[in-house]
């Protein structure tokens, strides 16, 4: 979903350029609570996992594909705040360095797919775990069903910023209608992608799950663990 | 599972997703870009600035084989997004009490 210099005119761009520095300014302090010396590297991590999942596009059928934005995944993982900056690095070193997103729409992909992305997903995610049992095995689920409502989100932010400030002039609805469609279908491609790995991180380093907080931890010492 | 080791199997997992396993990813323009050639508006991009970067388009300056300049190209863009992010992170974290006396 990466915007391209040239789709929005400067004023709309400036305007999400403001939005995008806001919500990383705010997120720069918030994020602190959320990392120490165990959870830093594993933000790191989960930054560099999701540029590697945005180069895997997966066809979504009739010429077109989608690929992982990896919001509601980073939230999960690390913490919304912690989760907006690490999709925020990925938009920065993509523009910067790959060509991919254009360097005046920088804001507006952060403000898509790093303040929408990630706090449309977690929200959704934070619902979605009130209802369902409260053990570990839901997080993976209630991730993926965030991954799902993200992807359509942030379709609709773009189709909202292109009926005020696209340069071409194009029906609103048919731009929303056609974003909002096909972002479903990419939206399934990203549950399934979240729930995969949030299960498997769940399986393995419960603790290191910010979204499992207050469910973990109840994991049985495997044989051969020492206690520090 | 460590720390460590998760981590090190992580970062590897990254690596090969993006060094061997986005050769085989699907070339077809993704949702947005669809929807823009669709509607009528894909004309309105415009090139993407010169950042003088050898990675442009997620492949390598200079390597003509397309696995290769790609996979480079993706390794490049984990190490970056790692070193950016991590260190990052590294600086925002709270530190035990103990270190805090500045």
Redesign the interface.
């Known amino acids: 979903m990466h915007v391209p210099d040239g789709f929005l005119d400067a004023p709309t761009s400036v305007a999400t350029g403001v939005v995008a520095a806001a919500g990383v300014g705010v997120a720069l302090r918030k994020a602190r609570a959320e990392l120490d010396d165990r959870t830093a590297p594993m933000a790191g991590l989960v930054a560099a996992f999701v540029f590697a999942g945005q180069m895997i596009n997966f066809p979504v059928g009739a010429g077109t594909s989608g690929h992982l934005l990896g919001g509601a995944l980073a939230a999960v993982l690390v913490g919304p705040w912690t989760g907006a900056l690490c999709i925020s690095v990925v938009l920065l070193v993509q523009s910067l360095f790959m060509a991919d997103g254009g360097l005046t729409a920088l804001g507006t992909n952060i403000t898509l797919m790093g303040l929408v992305g990630v706090f449309v997903g977690y929200g959704a995610f934070r619902l979605a775990l009130a209802v369902l049992p409260r053990k570990l095995g839901s997080v993976p689920l209630a991730a993926a069903l965030g991954a799902f409502v993200s992807v359509p989100a942030a379709a609709t932010v773009f189709s909202v910023l292109f009926a005020i400030g696209g340069t071409a002039d194009i029906a609103t609805g048919k731009v929303f209608a056609a974003m909002v469609g096909w972002h479903l279908v990419i939206g399934l491609g990203e549950a399934v992608i979240t729930g995969l790995v949030v299960s498997a991180v769940v399986a393995s380093r419960p603790d290191l799950v910010h979204g499992a907080r207050g469910l973990a931890g109840r994991r049985p010492l495997l044989a051969g663990e020492v206690v520090a | 599972?460590k720390?460590r080791r998760?981590?090190v199997i992580?970062?590897f997992?990254?690596?090969l997703?993006?060094g061997v396993?986005?050769y085989y990813?699907?070339?077809?323009?993704?949702?947005?870009?669809?929807?823009?050639h669709?509607?009528?508006?894909l004309?309105?991009?415009?090139?993407?600035?010169?950042?003088g970067?050898p990675?442009?388009?997620?492949s390598t300056e200079g390597v003509d084989d397309a696995r290769l300049s790609g996979g480079i190209?993706?390794v490049?863009?984990?190490?970056?997004?790692?070193g950016?992010?991590?260190?990052?992170?590294?600086v925002?974290?709270?530190r035990?009490p103990a270190e805090q006396q500045d």
């Open positions: 599972m720390n998760f981590l992580g970062l997992v990254a690596l997703v993006a396993g986005s990813a699907s070339s077809h323009p993704d949702g947005l870009e669809y929807v823009a669709r509607t009528g508006f004309d309105s991009a415009k090139e993407p600035v010169d950042t970067s990675f442009a388009d997620y190209a993706g490049a863009g984990v190490l970056l997004t790692l950016l992010g991590g260190g990052l992170f590294w925002l974290r709270r035990p």
